[in-house]
């Protein structure tokens, strides 16, 4: 239960999770909301700010199939989204702007350019496509967004890559779906039903930063729904439903620090912080300050300290609790100061991938992957997942894939070729990188000629080609931590850590803007102008020449003479001439 | 003086009995108004048809208009917003996630918590019609759809590039008047409205309503045939013209309205003369029932609540039952649950193909072996049928 007190001069509501009337125990519910910021100074001056809400919905899961359900912290929409469509796994992404891995390391949850989704149903549903179409038309009426331009001839099922986040054991792909919109723009007309999925909405805890005009003037922003089964507690004997809500923004130095490297969570987001949400367990902000502990200032100061290991490094963060009064000070606002000076070497990513388009033409082209692998001893295998639209046709017998300059083979090929207007090309190779190389996957390919009303109506911006996925194992440095706990910090319990020595991580490519042979699409009136007026002069002059007959035109006679027509006619007389 | 005092008794008198009459006589005639328009609900359908950056002001003229609709009160459920192109986050906005209309950044119109129902690719011609006529795919979420009834009032708003007699649509397709006249006869007929506002800025706009002649309409147009619709004013910060002439003022005009405003549909035709919009803006009102005066700006543009006042009683079910409780924990296996694994190398590499769907063999198939077996029989006869088998 929550009551507000007042504690020195602010009022703060104490939180707590909320339960059923009676107890919260076994047989009441127990919906947690838990919300956490993490601020990530990046060695180039720029600053990552990671906002993740976690919503845990308690319901009985054999009892999934009953009309009703109660929805206190979990948003109603997403329920019954997920009742209806037996849905087992959702992740849905929006994001405008490209990680650049080699500048900022790699993010806590990557997500490619434009929109991404992908459903894992429950093996219980007969209709999977029927039930993609219908998902993806609601999920674009509850985002704001076009996802009903989802459909076959985007949608792939991965064999091998996107195996599920949540609990299970069964992993049928045929239950699995994936489909991305690379062109797809995101602005403040998604925040907006996404603000309304949290509990607290944008009024209160840390919701109140999510400002759009500071958010969308930025590097990169993405904006991410992941719903899984996860753990109900440490026994993990039941299933309890897990609602993250994901929101990573990197602000630039130079649009919004005028080139200084201080940076306030007024200058970032416009908003300080007054309260945590009043429904939260816990609402925290962690600031990580591993880098260059002498040269870095944090105002204010908090004895918090917590350690973290997170894509095999481990970091140091002091923490803010905004649950308790203390934090906000005297002033009730919390506004973070961070200030460095000097530069601090950043930890070189492991992996890292690139793809960009060869060739010259608009005939024929040339896709080129290069995957890097930065460990100076280690080898791991890796998973590169490609979905390539139906009209860049491509020849498969032209795959090579090199690393060292010599050849690699996958260790696994799967391969399903396109059906024009039907389906998308899909490949998947399982290739072992050797210690820091460079592998390069290319394949040729020729382009499409549309037919003209399959154009969109810019077609000279080119068409996208969806970002491609590499997944892998990479090894870690730091021993991971396996045990699942509740104080785990969120943004290190993401991905499922099955063993200490490697830590799962996706990374995604840019994707490719490729010109098809454009007709001129004023053609089919010049050729209907022309035509008609060949024919019209042509065949008009040459039947007019066969057709026309002449007659002698009598000249006219003077006035006396055809009065005299005139008198003569009436008389009954011959007329004269 | 008696009959003096009896006088001024007896006017006082007959004050004291007139004040309430003629109050009853105010008040019946104030709620003979309130009940006057017949309508129940609001709905907005609010189009921008162009795309590209240099069109700009034909989303920031859409938005404005978004803007008043929603100050006075029609909720985001009951307004369809379809916009062609983004401007607030192109690469191109100085000032990204906002969209101005007066120039120096005054006016923010696209706000913090817009919400665009139709967006890029999905403003066509076939979208925008099946919206108004109701006959969208099943599927199709309730964001997305007009679902007025016959005592639905709606406002629907068009800008963006037009000529005599059609409107351009993304510079790829257009609609014709003629079109647009029978979805609005459609909408009639199925009774999808009760009365309709139609307001459209872009050249030539009289001529997108000329060939209207369903009855409940009034129509209003930026600029008469012939005539075009000028831009406003460009700002030099963001590169644009930002507003046209019609909009910026009609926005004026909708600043000065508030839900409880008695300003009626003469003073919107008085919006923007010719000496500031250069172009002269037309209306048509000879298809709407009432008299233009008597019709408030709120009727349309705001989203005022009639509530009509029933004597029969209504049974309502009976109340829902909570969920069953927990079974025991006797029920439930006690094996912990366990995720999966995300990159199982060795069971990768030692899948199965997948196994192919059979699928009836298809057209070309089926009919190149009718081919061969017809030239067969042909070749060798029926009769030597039973010697091959």
Not at chain 1, 561 to 567: D, F, G, S, T, V
Not at chain 2, 9 to 25: E, Q, W
């Amino acid at each position: 239960s929550t009551y507000p007190s007042l504690i020195g001069q602010c009022w703060q509501a104490h939180p707590g999770s909320v339960c059923s009337k009676g107890s919260c125990g076994k047989n009441g519910t127990r919906d947690q909301f838990q919300e956490e910021l993490v601020i990530r100074p990046l060695h180039s001056g720029d600053i990552y700010a990671s906002f993740q809400f976690r919503t845990l919905w308690d319901i009985d899961f054999l009892q999934e199939r009953q009309k009703v359900s109660h929805y206190r912290l979990f948003p109603k929409s997403l329920g019954q989204v997920l009742s209806k469509f037996s849905v087992r796994e959702l992740h849905i992404s929006f994001t405008q702007g490209f990680w650049r891995t080699m500048q900022w390391g790699q993010p806590f949850i990557p997500s490619p350019p434009g929109a991404e989704l992908w459903v894992w149903f429950h093996d219980t549903v007969s209709d999977v496509d029927g039930n993609w179409k219908e998902l993806t038309n609601v999920l674009s009426g509850i985002f704001c967004a076009s996802l009903n331009f989802i459909d076959l001839t985007n949608t792939v099922q991965p064999s091998a890559s996107f195996k599920p986040l949540g609990l299970g054991n069964a992993t049928d792909h045929r239950f699995l779906r994936y489909a991305t919109l690379p062109r797809e723009i995101v602005c403040t007309e998604n925040l907006t039903p996404w603000k309304k999925l949290l509990p607290c909405g944008s009024k209160a805890g840390l919701s109140v930063l999510l400002k759009s005009e500071k958010l969308f003037h930025s590097s990169f922003h993405s904006q991410a729904v992941h719903i899984r089964p996860v753990c109900q507690d440490e026994q993990c004997t039941s299933k309890a439903w897990e609602l993250r809500q994901t929101l990573n923004v990197v602000f630039d130095l130079y649009t919004s620090s005028q080139g200084k490297k201080e940076w306030s969570l007024f200058k970032m987001f416009s908003r300080t912080l007054t309260e945590a949400c009043p429904l939260a367990t816990s609402s925290k902000i962690y600031v990580d300050i591993t880098d260059n502990p002498e040269l870095f200032e944090l105002n204010p100061v908090t004895p918090l300290l917590s350690q973290a290991v997170v894509l095999g490094d481990r970091r140091t963060y002091s923490v803010f609790d905004l649950t308790r009064a203390e934090t906000f000070g005297q002033l009730c606002s919390l506004n973070l100061l961070l200030r460095w000076k000097g530069d601090s070497d950043m930890l070189r990513p492991l992996l890292h991938a690139e793809r960009y388009v060869a060739g010259f033409g608009l005939q024929t082209g040339e896709i080129h992957t290069v995957i890097y692998n930065n460990h100076p001893y280690r080898a791991f295998p890796v998973l590169l997942m490609d979905s390539v639209p139906w009209y860049l046709q491509l020849y498969i017998h032209t795959l090579t894939v090199t690393s060292k300059s010599r050849d690699n083979k996958p260790s696994y090929i799967h391969y399903q070729p396109a059906k024009d207007r039907h389906r998308p090309h899909l490949l998947e190779m399982l290739i072992q990188l050797p210690p820091h190389s460079m592998t390069e996957v290319t394949v040729q390919f020729e382009r499409a000629l549309l037919k003209w009303t399959e154009y969109t109506p810019d077609p000279n911006h080119g068409f996208y080609v969806g970002s491609s996925v590499v997944s892998a194992l990479v090894p870690s440095m730091v021993a991971m931590n396996t045990n699942f706990t509740q104080d785990q910090p969120l943004f290190s319990s993401f991905v499922p850590v099955k063993e200490e020595s490697s830590y799962f991580v996706r990374v995604y490519t840019e994707p490719l803007l490729v010109n098809l042979p454009t007709p001129d699409f004023s053609m089919p009136y010049n050729v209907i102008c022309l035509t008609c007026t060949v024919v019209a002069v042509g065949y008009g002059s040459f039947y007019n020449l066969l057709t026309r007959t002449f007659q002698v035109d009598e000249p006219s006679l003077p006035l006396e003479k055809r009065l005299a027509n005139l008198i003569r006619r009436i008389r009954g007389v011959p007329l004269l001439a | 003086m008696d009959y003096y005092n009896l006088m001024r008794i007896f006017a006082f008198i007959h004050l004291l009995v007139s004040i309430p009459h003629g109050y009853s006589n105010y008040v019946e005639t104030k709620a003979g108004q309130f009940f006057s328009s017949g309508h129940t609900n609001n709905w907005a359908v609010l189009v921008c048809t162009s795309r590209f950056w240099f069109n700009y002001r034909h989303v920031a003229n859409t938005l404005s208009v978004y803007r008043s609709v929603k100050r006075l009160g029609i909720p985001d459920s009951h307004i369809v917003l379809m916009l062609a192109d983004d401007m607030a986050c192109n690469y191109r906005n100085p000032k990204p996630a906002t969209v101005f209309s007066h120039k120096n950044m005054e006016l923010n119109v696209y706000g913090d918590d817009v919400e665009v129902d139709y967006r890029g690719y999905e403003v066509t011609v076939e979208n925008f019609l099946r919206v108004l006529t109701g006959r969208l795919p099943p599927s199709t979420p309730r964001s997305k759809r007009l679902l007025s009834d016959d005592r639905s009032n709606i406002l629907i708003y068009l800008t963006g590039h037009g000529g005599n007699g059609f409107l351009k649509f993304q510079d790829s397709e257009e609609i014709s008047n003629m079109e647009l006249a029978d979805a609005f006869e459609q909408m009639w007929q199925k009774r999808r409205y009760n009365e309709l506002l139609f307001i459209i800025d872009t050249c030539q706009g009289a001529s997108m309503y000329e060939r209207f002649y369903s009855p409940n309409l009034m129509a209003l147009a930026s600029s008469q045939v012939g005539e075009d619709s000028l831009s406003h004013q460009p700002d030099l910060a963001i590169g644009v013209h930002l507003m046209d002439k019609y909009t910026f003022y009609l926005l004026e005009f909708l600043e000065e309205v508030h839900p409880a405003s008695q300003a009626n549909m003469n003073d919107l035709f008085k919006v923007c003369p010719q000496s500031q919009c250069v172009s002269t803006p037309g209306h048509r009102t000879d298809l709407f029932q009432r008299d233009p005066g008597s019709v408030l700006i709120t009727d349309f543009f705001g989203s005022v609540r009639k509530v009509e006042i029933t004597k029969d009683t209504i049974n309502l079910t009976s109340p829902v039952e909570p969920p069953i409780q927990r079974s025991g924990s006797g029920d439930i296996q006690i094996e912990s649950l366990t995720y999966v694994d995300q990159l199982p190398v060795a069971e990768i590499i030692h899948q199965k193909p997948k196994q192919k769907d059979w699928h009836p063999p298809d057209g070309f198939i089926l009919g190149l072996w009718t081919l061969i077996l017809l030239v067969f029989f042909q070749t060798y006869g029926i009769k030597h049928l039973k010697h091959i088998f």
